[in-house]
């Protein structure tokens, strides 16, 4: 939980350090690299909270099974 915390909390800065600079012009490549970059990052999360989900299935399963 707390690496996607603190893959949130880069985002966020990145996003406000976006902000600042968003009256610059981009070439298409800094677009595209863009984009690639936040499909990136969401595929990331994704992972991680369906990693997370998973361990906490196994988790609950391993106790249930040892608890009988």
Not at 27 to 42: D, N
């Amino acid at each position: 939980m707390a690496v996607i915390i603190l893959n949130l909390y880069y985002v966020t800065v990145w996003l406000v350090q976006r902000g600042r600079n968003y009256h610059t012009y981009e070439t298409e490549e800094e677009v595209e690299q863009e984009y690639l970059y936040i499909c990136f990052g969401a595929a990331t999360a994704l992972l991680q909270v369906v990693l997370s989900i998973w361990f906490c299935c196994t988790a609950g399963g391993f106790s249930y099974h040892v608890s009988r």
